[in-house]
């Protein structure tokens, strides 16, 4: 238990989307409310409205993600996320076991709760939920997909020659609102010779070389550690 509490302080950064958490739920739910997807201003009631539970292993990262960081302050996020794997594969199953029976623990108990929430909605406060659910529906997932990727250490998609220009010229303008700034550097873009981008357009291909690698190397550590479902369809990798 006192390891529980000591993970408990890192857990509620991150969640999986309720659609992804509910799947195979089907029919047992009594409305078409999703878990995840009552909102949290609804009722002064829902005020303790729960968070989602994290999976074994996000628990097991965002316990270890601070200490490797102290520990290699200068790493990648995508290096201690390998190194935090390696560990997890080589956890013995004991410990996994206490990471996997807090993660079915809290599900349960977060299963009863939204559902002793829904029993409290009235039929024209579930059509009127609905509405609003089905247009931020695909908008919280992609949020929450983005929160976990960038946890786990994702590579960050390569930048255009443009966008490594603006990038660059952006901090060094001074006068004038964001938007006036924006256009003036997007000018002095216009104005370059070919010469001239040839230079970000050499960059641009340096990171598009960087993220091939890394992603090579990150999506290796997903199919590791059991999350193939982050892998691109057209790339396989087989577990070493």
């Known amino acids: 238990m006192a390891l529980l509490r000591g993970v408990w302080g890192v857990l509620s950064a991150l969640g999986k989307s309720g659609a992804d958490l509910c799947k195979g739920c089907g029919s047992r739910l009594r409305s078409p409310l999703s878990f995840?997807?009552?909102?949290?201003?609804?009722?002064?009631?829902?005020?303790g409205y729960p968070k989602k539970p994290?999976?074994?292993?996000?628990?097991?990262?965002?316990?270890?993600?601070?200490?490797?960081?102290?520990?290699?302050?200068?790493?990648?996020?995508?290096?201690?996320i390998k190194k935090i794997a390696e560990l997890w594969r080589e956890l013995p199953d004991?410990?996994?076991?206490?990471?996997?029976?807090?993660?079915?623990?809290?599900?349960?108990?977060?299963?009863?709760e939204i559902n002793r929430i829904q029993e409290q909605l009235t039929p024209s406060q579930i059509v009127s939920l609905e509405k609003e659910i089905m247009q931020k529906r695909l908008k919280k997932k992609a949020l929450i997909k983005k929160?976990?990727?960038?946890?786990?250490?994702?590579?960050?998609?390569?930048?255009?020659?443009?966008?490594i220009f603006i990038a660059e010229r952006f901090q060094e303008a001074k006068d004038g609102t964001s938007q006036v700034k924006l256009k003036a550097v997007n000018e002095s873009w216009k104005n370059l010779s070919s010469s001239q981008k040839q230079v970000y357009?050499?960059?641009?291909?340096?990171?598009?070389?960087?993220?091939?690698?890394?992603?090579?190397?990150?999506?290796?550590?997903?199919?590791?550690?059991?999350?193939?479902?982050l892998v691109r369809r057209s790339v396989k990798y087989t577990a070493k």
């Open 36 to 47: 995840a997807n009552v909102p949290r201003w609804f009722s002064s009631n829902f005020i």
């Open 54 to 80: 994290m999976t074994s292993y996000v628990r097991f990262s965002k316990e270890q993600l601070p200490i490797f960081k102290a520990q290699n302050p200068d790493a990648k996020n995508s290096e201690l």
């Open 94 to 112: 004991a410990e996994k076991k206490i990471y996997e029976d807090a993660y079915r623990t809290d599900w349960q108990a977060y299963k009863e």
């Open 147 to 163: 929160r976990e990727l960038t946890m786990l250490g994702k590579p960050k998609r390569p930048r255009s020659a443009y966008n």
């Open 201 to 229: 357009i050499q960059l641009a291909k340096d990171d598009k070389v960087r993220y091939y690698n890394e992603m090579k190397s990150w999506e290796e550590q997903m199919v590791e550690v059991g999350r193939d479902d």
